[in-house]
């Protein structure tokens, strides 16, 4: 057996389905011309048993039981017998063209969406990434599955061509000539069923999207009564996606309907004009027998043929939607690191720079970045720990280098990534919890001690989760955190952020989810925790803002202000006043865990 997933799967061309699939053929080549080989042996084999069969009939009314006949019979099990192997052998090749492809184009999305992160999201609903790896990437590996036994009835077409032209050439010219003909007319579905087929397509992505916002918002549906809104709509598309699928297998069932009613009407017609020329003395009654034979087995190449045009239909799709996944640009090292001479990483206490916004992350203090447009400050975070890459503009070269965030006066995008993973974590607002044990889920790098796990939990004034987890640290967290509530997930997140132990910590809204009182703990446990480490808030809470070293002030995407927050406040000047309208704003909203769910 060949082992799957494979270890690194490349990386195709995305200018058309066609490359791609091309693209993938060409990496399995030699699993395919193997499975090639041996549907041409078993195809062969299959199509030259009338041909025995009618001479052992022939041998039968010629010279009764003779020897001849006897060599005959045993022809006709051996070539049976290789016919049984190949199609054995050759059914385990096709199942393995098609794991091999599918789990290729899976392990493609796969990494191209964990290396991308929010650009696929921003970009592409979930639901559609979701049904590219579920759907897609099986129906483009069937392509894959059917080519063997595709091109094997092409070969035995080409081979009972020969033996009908030599034998009866009008028999063999309305057998071959026919059977086309037959095909081409099952072809004329094929462009509807594929329109079809995209619409359905559509329909399921769209339905797969809204189940899974609408299970991810559940909690807050609930609580502003917009369950049975969400109900309707997820019906109601439903439905639609319903519709798409009847309307598919009504071009579907024709087409099933007429693989099975033309082959067998084109089929009684040989055998009448068979059996016309057997009367007149044109052919004998072997030959008969062998023509109906083969009229019947090239029925087989021709289900093929329909069912490979349907799966290519399948196929071509699937891979146009992959290829919009696959074709998302990647913001982190897209155009960066690829294109210029890695450079080392700082030695630790190193500054941090972000020149399109003038942010200056000094090592070892605590920086504030509060806006009135949260969006700004995160999008900062987002470029200082290079999970984004900074608008250039229309600018040269030169100033887009300008523009870059620097680490000791390095362009970070130059560093190797997985040194600043490592050394620069940046904890989004929205944390993502996974299924596991308590204990897993906070220490990610698997390095910490128990009493180091229970010490951050208390730092992000957790321990409230310790009692509701059945188990404690061993306990079981479910599936994105929805047996815990939204400031517990906040809570546990930020204590995973701090186990790191990260050299840069950049924390997004680390406490917009919990009341006043836990986040004027957790200012005070946090700034004890991180003193003498270079940390980055992105936050507009008076509590944190307090404990910062320093404060930055964002406006319009530019700091405008510097300093402590007491500082900021007492400003008289259109800074000061902007960051005290951001500040009582603040004050005055009430925490998410006040508010009524």
Request: charged share 20%; aromatic share 4%.
């Amino acid at each position: 057996m060949r082992p799957l997933p494979l270890p690194q799967p490349g990386s195709p061309p995305l200018t058309s389905p066609l490359a791609y699939l091309w693209w993938h053929a060409r990496a399995q080549a030699g699993l395919l011309v193997a499975a090639l080989a041996v549907g041409v042996v078993g195809n062969v084999a299959g199509a030259f048993l009338p041909l025995v069969i009618g001479r052992i009939v022939d041998d039968g009314l010629d010279g009764g039981l003779s020897r001849t006949l006897w060599t005959g019979c045993l022809l006709l099990v051996a070539v049976g017998a290789v016919q049984i192997v190949a199609n054995v052998v050759g059914h385990r090749l096709d199942v393995e063209n098609w794991l091999r492809a599918a789990f290729a184009s899976s392990q493609e999305i796969g990494h191209h969406v964990t290396r991308t992160g929010d650009a696929v999201t921003a970009e592409l609903p979930t639901g559609e990434v979701v049904a590219t790896v579920a759907s897609d990437a099986l129906r483009m590996g069937e392509v894959f599955a059917i080519a063997a036994r595709f091109l094997g009835g092409v070969a035995a077409y080409a081979a009972i061509a020969v033996v009908l032209m030599r034998t009866s050439v009008p028999l063999g010219v309305l057998v071959l000539v026919g059977l086309p003909v037959v095909a081409g007319s099952l072809a004329l579905l094929v462009k509807p069923l594929q329109r079809r087929q995209a619409a359905q397509r559509e329909a399921a992505g769209r339905l797969t999207t809204l189940g899974a916002d609408t299970v991810s918002g559940l909690r807050v549906l609930r609580g502003i009564g917009g369950e049975e809104v969400f109900s309707r709509r997820y019906r109601a598309q439903s439905q639609a996606v319903r519709h798409a699928g009847v309307r598919v297998a009504q071009t579907q069932s024709l087409l099933d309907a007429l693989q099975t009613l033309l082959p067998g009407l084109f089929l009684a017609v040989v055998v009448w004009f068979g059996a016309r020329l057997a009367l007149a003395g044109d052919i004998t009654p072997g030959q008969l027998v062998a023509f109906y034979g083969f009229a019947a087995f090239l029925t087989q190449p021709l289900w093929t043929a329909t069912e490979a045009m349907r799966i290519m239909t399948r196929a071509y799709i699937g891979a146009r939607k992959i290829i919009k996944v696959l074709a998302v640009p990647d913001t982190v090292t897209a155009g960066e690191a690829t294109t210029r001479t890695p450079v080392p990483a700082p030695a630790p206490g190193a500054e941090l720079t972000d020149p399109p916004s003038g942010v200056v992350v000094r090592p070892g203090r605590l920086l504030a970045l509060v806006s009135a447009d949260p969006d700004e400050t995160a999008r900062i975070a987002a470029r200082l720990g290079r999970f984004d890459a900074p608008r250039a503009g229309g600018g040269a070269a030169g100033d887009a280098a300008e523009r870059e965030v620097s680490w000791g006066g390095a362009p970070l995008s130059a560093i190797d990534l997985a040194e600043v993973r490592e050394r620069i974590v940046v904890a989004e607002s929205t944390p993502h919890l996974f299924t596991g044990t308590l204990a897993e889920e906070l220490d990610v790098r698997g390095r910490a001690t128990e009493d180091e796990l229970l010490a951050a939990l208390r730092t992000a004034d957790a321990g409230d989760v310790l009692e509701s987890v059945p188990g404690g640290l061993e306990g079981e967290i479910a599936e994105k955190g929805r047996s815990l509530s939204g400031g517990q997930r906040q809570r546990v997140a930020l204590a995973r952020a701090l186990l790191t132990e990260a050299e840069v910590l950049v924390l997004v809204e680390p406490t917009s989810a919990v009341d006043a009182h836990t986040e004027a703990r957790i200012a005070t446990r946090l700034t004890a925790e991180r003193r003498g480490r270079t940390t980055v808030l992105v936050t507009a809470s008076p509590p944190l803002l307090e404990a910062a070293d320093e404060v930055a002030l964002v406006q319009a995407g530019r700091v405008r202000a510097t300093g402590s927050h007491a500082e900021l406040l007492d400003a008289d000047d259109d800074a000061g006043r902007a960051y005290r309208a951001i500040v009582s704003r603040a004050v005055a909203e009430p925490a998410p865990e006040e508010v009524s769910a």
